[in-house]
Each structure stands twice: as C-alpha cells, then as structure tokens.
C-alpha cells in the first residue's frame, strides 16, 4: 500500500519507541471523539433520554475517553508505545479491520512490537459487567496473553474474565487473527444500562494503571516464557 511507504512509526508518547519493547494501542472503531467528519463505525451505541432530550452515547468515544487516562499512565511508567488510530489517520484514514491490519503490520515490520492491545467496550452480554480479554481459539499463545492479563487484573480487584472467539461474530476479531505482533482485545465494561456505564466509569482510573503496569512486566516476562 503506498500510503505506507513512508509510515513514521515515531513514538505516540512520552518515551522513544524500543525495538521489540513497544506496546501498539489499537482503539477501537472508527473516528475518536471531536472529528468533526461524519462518524462511519461508532461501534457499540445507546440512545438515552434525559430531561426530555435524547442524545447517543457510542462505544468509540468511550474508548477514546478510556485511552487517555492510559496514554498517560503509559508515560508515567516509560512504557513506550505507538497509537495505531493515529497512525492511521496520517496514512490510509480508513478504519476497516483489514486497513487495521495493514497499518498495525507495517509498524510491528519496523518495531517488532511486544503486544497490540485493541481495546473496546462490549454490549449485549446478559448484564455481565466486569472486564473481558478475548483469545484465539486453538493458538496457545493468544490463550496464554489473554490468561497473563486475567491474572494480572484480578489480582487487584479488577473483575476480569477470559473468553474464545468462538463466541463472537467472526469480523470482530480480525485484527486478532491477522495481526503479525502478539494481541490480545480488552472489553473495557458495558455500554448497555445507566449502571454498567457507572461501574465502568468508576473504575476505569484504576484500570489504566494496572493495564498499564501490566503492559509494561508483559514487556519483561514474554520473552522469557517457554
């Protein structure tokens, strides 16, 4: 792809980019929060009524909300690491799984990136309202990231559970599945009720430092597993 001949894959943060030491951030779907273009994939949305006014909250502005506090915990560790959305938009800005993929290729073909974290927030779950990571059914690798993050979060009272692909429709996984770097996809909280946006929202400053802090001994511990 042209646009990619001259990807800059300069750090997103605070901290120089490592080779085979940065952390890609995938958010998820299409434009964030003040683009004032017309929004093609918003994922996840509510409509909510208040004082006789109805305004729609989307899953992409949730996310992007959620990557700013981890942006800067991000920085505050060292940890560096490369915004793909923002890479995006300075080559293809266009936001399909496969363009995902493509961008999120050329920069780990440069950095040898240690993890693609795609992040979301899921909807539709039965009322479940903790945290999920999903994995690749039948590569051990993507079960065995997913199973570090799980343990890593729950041990600070993250509620934080597993799952396989094999419960989701097959595109919502693609960068998973396509992605040369290791990855793993988070599902922040529930959009779907007042209450599991409120719980979500509450503990979403602790969840970025220790999603944070876990990214960062993740760096440390990969390349020494067997």
């Known amino acids: 792809m042209a646009e990619l001949d ?24 299409g434009l ?9 994939n918003p994922g996840a ?9 109805t305004f729609i909250i989307k899953e992409v502005n949730l996310v992007y909300d959620f990557c700013k506090l981890l942006y800067a915990e991000l920085d505050k ?12 938009r300075e080559t293809t800005d266009k936001y399909t799984i496969k363009e995902r993929n493509e961008v999120a290729n050329a920069i780990d073909d440069k950095v040898d990136a240690a993890l693609e974290l795609c992040i979301h927030v899921d ?24 199973e570090y993050f799980k343990k890593k979060l729950n041990e600070k009272n993250l509620p934080t559970r ?8 097959e595109q919502s996984l693609g960068e998973l599945r396509n992605t040369k770097a290791p990855a793993t ?3 922040i ?19 970025a430092i220790v999603l944070a802090s876990t990214l960062k001994s993740f760096i440390k511990d990969r390349p020494n597993w067997n």
């Not at 560790?77 to 995006?88: A, D, E, S, T």
Request: net charge positive; proline share 5%.
């Open 77 to 88: 560790l060292g940890v560096p690491y490369i915004n793909l959305k923002q890479k995006i």
């Open 162 to 169: 597993i799952k396989d692909d094999t419960e989701t429709y």
């Open 45 to 53: 949305y509510v409509k909510v009524t208040k004082n006789n006014k």
């Open 189 to 207: 909280g529930l959009i779907d009720t007042e209450e599991s946006r409120k719980i979500m929202l509450e503990r979403e400053p602790l969840l």
């Open 32 to 40: 964030d929060r003040g683009d004032i273009r017309k929004e093609p």
């Open 123 to 146: 909807a539709h779950n039965h009322g479940y309202t903790g945290i999920t990571f999903f994995y690749i059914k039948n590569r051990p690798r993507s079960k065995k990231i997913a």
């Open 6 to 29: 001259n990807l800059n894959t300069c750090s997103s943060g605070k901290v120089e980019v490592v080779v085979g030491e940065t952390i890609i951030i995938s958010p998820g779907h």
């Open 185 to 187: 996809l988070i599902e």
